[in-house]
């Protein structure tokens, strides 16, 4: 019995770490969905500079304003790949919280088949116990009214 509450607590602590590395997986998608977020808000913006740039062809503009411009396209390109890696890394990161959750949830089903097959082996050991002690208690029955019989006869 011991054994069984011990196999009973390994599944608690399964479950629990379970429930953990599930919260781990979801707080690593949101931060790589905010991570995804920043980018796009990166890329919008420098389409929408790109584009108010672009509305006025006919425009002259100082050449030191057209270098300005693109160094700051520049750095916003530059942004949005750093922005790219970090969405990257979350990206593992997301990977590897997965596979720990996956792993997690495994090891949790075979502790609970584990558990299920022990209550079955137990319950098929306490059904002989009883058949064993019902057969006894028939036979000894049966010996007691081969006694009483032959004593009546007497």
Same mark, same amino acid.
């Not at 509305?55 to 750095?75: C, G, I, L, S």
């Given at each position: 019995?011991?054994?069984?509450?011990?196999?009973?607590?390994?599944?608690?602590?399964?479950?629990?770490? /379970?429930?953990?590395?599930?919260?781990?997986?979801?707080?690593?998608?949101?931060?790589? %969905?905010?991570?995804?977020?920043?980018?796009?808000?990166?890329? @919008?913006?420098?389409?929408?500079t790109e584009a108010r740039w @672009?509305?006025?062809?006919?425009?002259?503009? +100082?050449?030191?304003?057209?270098?300005?411009?693109?160094?700051?396209?520049?750095?916003?390109?530059?942004?949005?790949?750093?922005? @790219?890696?970090?969405? @990257? !890394?979350?990206?593992?990161?997301?990977?590897?919280?997965? +596979?720990?959750?996956?792993?997690?949830?495994?090891?949790?089903?075979?502790?609970?088949?584990?558990?299920?097959?022990?209550?079955?082996?137990?319950?098929? %050991?306490?059904? /002989?116990?009883?058949?064993?002690?019902?057969? !006894?208690?028939?036979?000894?029955?049966?010996?007691?009214?081969?006694?009483?019989?032959?004593?009546? !006869?007497?």
């Open positions: 019995m011991s054994n069984l509450n011990a196999l009973m607590v390994a599944v608690e602590v399964a479950s629990r770490k /379970r429930d953990e590395a599930r919260k781990v997986l979801q707080d690593t998608q949101a931060a790589q %969905q905010a991570a995804r977020d920043q980018l796009d808000q990166l890329e @919008g913006y420098a389409r929408e @672009g509305t006025k062809a006919d425009t002259v503009r +100082q050449p030191e304003v057209m270098y300005h411009h693109y160094q700051f396209m520049n750095r916003l390109g530059h942004a949005a790949s750093l922005q @790219g890696n970090v969405v @990257g !890394e979350h990206a593992n990161r997301v990977d590897g919280a997965r +596979q720990a959750l996956l792993d997690a949830e495994l090891r949790l089903a075979s502790l609970r088949k584990v558990l299920e097959k022990r209550r079955q082996e137990l319950t098929l %050991q306490q059904m /002989r116990r009883d058949q064993k002690q019902t057969d !006894e208690r028939a036979a000894l029955q049966y010996r007691n009214a081969l006694q009483g019989a032959a004593s009546q !006869e007497y």
